[in-house]
């Protein structure tokens, strides 16, 4: 099982339900760090071994598309086993997410099977 | 211009059944209680093809109930509700506007409500609705800009 997840969402209420939806799931993880936004999120990248990252879209000073188009630069994008939660739902957003490579996305309010099957799918793309 | 709220209700209500594990009823101003007195208010604007704001009111009740389900800290009002507030109006652009349309939402502001303010507010000039979550009103309201 993954050992270490990042939950990016500023919303306080959005990481805590996340993480309640993978105890739900019994998806268990050794460490889970929370960032506030892609720039503290970036940060915690940096200083932790992250296994698997959830992240908002909507988020001041560095949103959740800038936050991904800074691991594209970087390079390290493709490997990031990535889930983006967000309410923005539109078809429009959700194409320019794939052409970025992210493999899942989850609109809210989500439910802890959305979540399971997001993690699993993601993690199960990892192994291929 | 208010939009035509009535078909929000059931939105509002699916996203807090879905996301609070809420029960919650259609219900209206008429059935409001005379010493109604809301705590907090969260307001959230949009922009896209039409622009505009949603408004919520809630009591302390229903705020305190929700923050423990969500965040196991039923004094964190304001995140909860600034939350809340996010997701419903993004579900509820997406059932009125379609999946094809694109917003953009902007960070949702919660305040307090003070006696003053609320015994000035004019619910039906807002064109405010009402739904009741396990038992507590929670009102809102849509305001879409005249010329869109």
Known sequence: MTKSILIIDDSRTTRGMIKRCLKMSGLVFEEVHEAENGRDGLEQLRDHTIDLVFTDLNMPEMTGFEFIDQLASEGTLPGMPLIVISTEGSVQRRQELQEKGIRRFIEKPFSPDQIREAVEDVLKGLEQ | ?148
């Open chain 2, 1 to 148: 211009m208010n939009s035509a709220l009535g078909q929000h209700k059931q939105t509002v209500l699916e996203v807090l059944n879905k996301m609070t594990f809420a029960c919650g009823v259609e219900s209206c101003l008429d059935d409001l209680p005379e010493d109604f007195a809301p705590v907090r208010r969260a307001t959230i604007a949009f922009r896209g093809p039409r622009s505009g704001k949603v408004i919520m009111w809630a009591t302390g009740e229903y705020l305190e109930e929700v923050a423990e389900t969500l965040c196991g800290d039923g004094e964190a009002w304001d995140d909860v509700f600034g939350e809340i507030i996010n997701v419903v109006t993004g579900r509820m652009l997406a059932s009125n506007g379609g999946e094809a349309l694109v917003f953009d939402l902007g960070t949702p502001i919660v305040s307090p409500v003070s006696s003053t303010e609320w015994n000035n507010t004019d619910l039906k000039e807002l064109g405010c609705e009402v739904v009741l979550v396990d038992g507590e009103p929670l009102l809102f309201t849509v305001q879409v800009a005249v010329d869109e």
